[in-house]
């Protein structure tokens, strides 16, 4: 059996499921990240490691460790190893696709609400003992979402969740645009592909649902907010590099867009400094889309589930790089 290095505390369930199969496990047994080196000295002579998302795994790390057979990541992503450079050494790198799509969708869909009602500062405004009667003109009055128009950007399994969250239970106008056309969504949600720039300038909401590329880090800047409605509001569920948080906060700040609802960030876990200033319109929340206890725990079965496979010389589940092993 094989020596198993786990990046950052699991659940228990996790490391039963492995040491059942024979394994011999290592854990960091906190939630710190670790530096590359540290990685590297936890990771010798292990056959696998199952990690998180910011774990970072590229090369020069992989080169140090001869021994690693299977890299199991915690996540949809996998953004964070060096895919190419895996497949080249023979490592197989696996994911956790699939489990977390209701519950990601159901985070986008409060951030959206939680931005548009401004739940969040009437939460703060009532805790601070401010409300002292009703009022029509109140101070934290928001937007209706019935019957506005959701952009969605990506539509992969999240973005189709969210377009069902959105059409059958808010009737809201669904576009969407992405790299193909979901025909099941267009008959399902009447959801409408548009082009980005017509995505940007009709929608009351814009939900980001792509996968961080080269082609996806900054989609979202100073020239598309000046595209989109003073009105509207963005929604990041997806990569933080997606979106120039810098040019957000401008945006925000110039009246260019009403506000925006992130789960994640550029740089994480950093907040850009003139995002954390705005309190108004603006929701912050640190990277929950898949933070409920069932989905976290689904997550982390797959990924001991496709460790003990890919350790078996069996094809894992969920295989990234296809070209990394003989199956």
Known sequence: MAEIFITRKVFRHVIDMLEKEGHTIDINDTD????????????????????????????????????????????????????????????????????????????????????????????????????????????????????????????????????????????????????????????????????????LAISDFISIHVPLTENTKHMFSSQEFKKMKHTAILINTARGPVVDESALAEAIKDGQIRGAALDVFEEEPSVHPELMKLKENVVLTPHIGSASIETRLRMAKMAARNMVEGLKGNRPPNLVNENASPF
């Open 32 to 199: 710190r990240i670790l530096p590359a080196r540290e990685l590297v000295e936890r990771a010798h002579g292990k056959a696998g490691i199952v990690c998180l998302l910011n774990d970072r795994i590229d090369s020069s790390v992989m080169d140090e460790l001869p021994s690693i057979k299977v890299i199991s990541n915690i996540a949809v992503g996998y953004d964070n190893i060096d895919i190419t450079g895996a497949t080249e050494r023979g490592i197989m790198v696996t994911n956790t696709p699939g489990v977390l799509t209701e519950t990601t969708a159901d985070l986008a869909f409060a951030l959206l609400l939680g931005a548009a009602r401004r739940i969040p500062e009437a939460d703060q405004y009532t805790r601070a003992g401010k409300f002292k009667n009703w009022q029509l003109m109140q101070p934290h009055m928001g937007v209706d979402i019935y019957e506005k128009t959701l952009g969605i950007v990506g539509m992969g399994s999240i973005g189709q969740a969210v377009a069902k969250r959105a059409k059958k239970g808010f009737d809201i106008r669904v576009v969407y645009y992405s790299s193909s056309r979901k025909e099941s969504a267009e008959n399902e949600y009447e959801a409408e592909f548009v082009e980005f720039d017509k995505l």
